[in-house]
């Protein structure tokens, strides 16, 4: 399926009446580390209140499409529209504040401070944000290792701890870079339950994750990356009719 065949008309059975109306718009997005072309025309949609999945193999350009969407790579050509309103030239701080946030793979926690200081020390960047009672429903764990050192804490818990910080800062549109990489099945099943029900309260969530079978029990519909552009897409709906081409396209 070419790539813009995609973006102008999204995989058949992902209509958007089942959520929300179009939140995220991205059109022939290109970027560059230094000299490097990573991207070269990414096209695709997220409706409002739904879970999309970035696939594809180490490399082919989905956390470099997150950060490019978050304004934190150096150069970026074409058009990202949040809202419906045009961020592809506004500064990542700006994009922060008009309700996107960002977890990375390598999740970023500042390992001197304890719990409590990790979720206080982000600003609050918009109304919405989740009071700490509210995270600690979320994420237990943390509500029990609330004194402890990043340094302290297992890799589970280091990955509650990046996404309970951004549901401070009140961003609705929660970008999520690998959030099971190196968990274990237990942590990934509570990731799985967390995910889930932020969707229930309203959170939008673009997701670049490895692990399909994974994917596959949170995702409303998956976008396929390859050498920097998105190949194929298709619904949670389709996925029994595509999973021969995602054999091939992911190697699995």
Not at 54 to 79: D, E, F, P, V
Not at 84 to 92: C, G, L
Not at 180 to 206: D, N, Y
Not at 225 to 248: P, Q, R, W, Y
Request: with cysteine.
């Amino acid at each position: 399926m070419p790539d813009t065949a995609i973006a102008e008309a999204p995989a058949k059975g992902s209509a958007k009446a089942a959520t929300g109306g179009n939140i995220l718009q991205v059109r022939n997005l290109e970027a560059w580390y230094g000299e490097s072309h990573i991207l070269h025309g990414i096209n695709f949609d997220v409706n409002a209140g739904e879970v999309v999945t970035l696939l594809g193999r180490n490399g082919a350009g989905k956390t470099t499409t997150l950060k490019s969407i978050m304004g934190i790579i150096g150069k970026r050509t074409g058009s990202v529209k949040f809202n419906n309103q045009e961020i592809i030239r506004t500064t990542s701080d700006k994009i922060a504040r008009s309700g996107i946030a960002f977890c990375p793979e390598e999740r970023g926690i500042f390992s001197s401070l304890d719990v409590r200081e990790n979720l206080m020390l982000p600003p609050v960047v918009r109304e919405g944000g989740l009071p700490l009672e509210q995270i600690f429903e979320l994420f237990p764990n943390l509500k029990e290792r609330l004194n402890s050192q990043g340094t302290k804490l297992s890799g589970g818990e280091q990955q509650m701890l990046a996404i309970a910080r951004i549901l401070r800062t009140g961003a609705s549109f929660l970008m999520l870079d690998e959030p099971t990489e190196g968990l274990a099945p237990v942590i990934i099943q509570q990731i799985g339950h967390t995910i889930a029900r932020l969707k229930k309260e309203g959170f939008t969530i673009l997701l670049v994750e490895q692990n399909f079978r994974f994917a596959s029990t949170v995702a409303d519909r998956y976008y396929v990356v390859e050498h920097g552009k998105i190949i194929d897409g298709f619904s949670n709906a389709e996925l029994a009719a595509n999973m021969d081409k995602l054999h091939t396209y992911l190697g699995v």
